[in-house]
């Protein structure tokens, strides 16, 4: 539809805005169209983007590691894009109080998301499994759907902790889940400008995320997040052994990622002009 649009502008002299909300031309979606046989295809669509772009007098991109991106693969000049980031009303969206006092016998870990493998939660699964090693009492809370369920299930059975996780399936609401536990964990492989991240630093849980490009763009290591290494299920582990140990400081940590939030990506503060 983008294509057309632009095609039809260029030729009825209306001037179009293009946007960008995904690495739509990076490593992870070149592989991934290899892996489904639809390269060719892909590449076609490439070229016709590219050829296409021009004819757009603006871009709009939800991040900067994005616009970059983007910006390569369509030979577009950075001045013609402009960065405004998935904002949220950040009036609406409370603070969060720790729900659980003993979280050493008792921690709970959330997850909002698709499943889906490029979100990474079969890391997590396995993450999950490495921990209960040391903490047995540990609980993953799943809220999302998708073509990984079944799968998930079978391996959360197969590692012997299906009883330290649940999955909920979609649920409304999701953000309200986000009270009910200790830390929010995000552990995605590829992401646009992730909106589930946004409103998870504006409640002020702490916070685990994946070191990709998109997230860091958001969170910083060690002072608004712990950030561990994509696609590693033991350092992600790790990090959620850091979390549980050092308990109060992420508790600090996280508050400075919701004034950063409030500063940053509060959507009154992020408008087209």
Not at 75 to 81: A, L, T, V, Y
Not at 179 to 201: D, K, T
Request: glycine letters at 6%; hydrophobic letters at 40%.
């Amino acid at each position: 539809a983008n294509l057309i649009s632009r095609i039809a502008c260029k030729f009825t002299g209306t001037t179009i805005v293009g946007t960008f909300v995904n690495d739509s031309y990076g490593n992870i979606r070149v592989e991934q169209h290899k892996n489904k046989g639809s390269y060719y295809k892909f590449r076609f669509f490439w070229l016709l983007d590219k050829w296409t772009a021009r004819f757009c007098k603006h871009w709009i991109s939800n991040a900067k590691c994005i616009a970059f991106s983007n910006a390569k693969a369509l030979n577009i000049k950075s001045e013609r894009i402009k960065i405004i980031y998935r904002g949220r009303d950040a009036k609406k969206i409370s603070s969060w109080n720790n729900p659980i006092i003993d979280y050493k016998n008792d921690f709970r870990f959330v997850y909002l998301g698709r499943l889906i493998k490029v979100k990474g939660i079969l890391d997590l699964i396995n993450a999950v499994s490495i921990l209960v090693e040391i903490y047995p009492n540990i609980h993953l809370d799943i809220y999302g759907s998708g073509p990984l369920n079944e799968e998930m299930k079978t391996i959360a059975k197969k590692n012997k902790v299906e009883n330290n996780i649940t999955l909920h399936g979609v649920v409304p609401n999701g953000i309200d889940k986000l009270y009910q536990a200790n830390c929010f964990v995000f552990p995605s492989r590829s992401e646009g400008f992730s909106g589930s991240l946004i409103e998870a630093m504006l409640t002020g849980i702490p916070i685990i995320a994946s070191d990709i490009l998109m997230n860091l763009e958001a969170i910083e290591a060690n002072k608004t997040a712990l950030v561990h290494r994509v696609s590693n299920a033991q350092d992600i582990a790790d990090k959620m052994k850091e979390m549980i140990e050092k308990y109060p400081t992420m508790i600090e940590m996280g508050k400075n990622a919701r004034v950063v939030a409030q500063q940053r990506f509060d959507i009154e503060n992020n408008r087209f002009s």
